[in-house]
């Protein structure tokens, strides 16, 4: 029973990482209105934690506590996505790792560019002691 439950969650897991590097949205220039309601929409398991405001910049934050996974979008001062993080399990490390370079191609110094509709973006892979950050942000020249 737990082997079949590791299973499920793993795949599941697996289902969403590809979902989110696999579709190409990344959100960042979405308003904060619209990121809510496609995240409650194309992201399942995620749900809406809190809004946090810092003078002229703000984030909100979802949570899926199925995956234990957690997703940031940085906001402006109008209430646009700037940067995206999303925090894994240390664990998932090399997963997610190769994922990226499957979908970027190699990676140089766990960094990604990749471009689209004229945009350029970078994804940044970060291992922490407790997590795993992936962060997607415009690729500055």
Request: aromatic share 16%; with cysteine; charged share 30%.
């Amino acid at each position: 029973m737990l082997k079949r439950v590791l299973i499920h969650s793993s795949l599941l897991m697996a289902f969403t990482m590809l979902f989110l590097f696999g579709q190409g949205q990344n959100f960042i220039g979405l308003h904060k209105d619209e990121i809510k309601t496609r995240v409650e929409h194309e992201l399942s398991g995620f749900v809406f934690a809190k809004e946090i405001f810092n003078y002229d910049r703000s984030f909100i934050k979802f949570e899926n506590t199925f995956e234990e996974q957690t997703l940031l979008f940085m906001l402006n001062a109008e209430g646009y996505c700037t940067s995206i993080s999303r925090m894994y399990n240390t664990w998932m490390f090399n997963k997610i790792k190769q994922e990226l370079i499957e979908k970027y191609g190699k990676d140089k110094n766990q960094k990604w560019a990749y471009k689209k509709d004229g945009k350029k973006y970078e994804i940044e892979l970060v291992k922490g002691e407790w997590f795993v950050t992936v962060v997607t942000r415009n690729k500055k020249e």
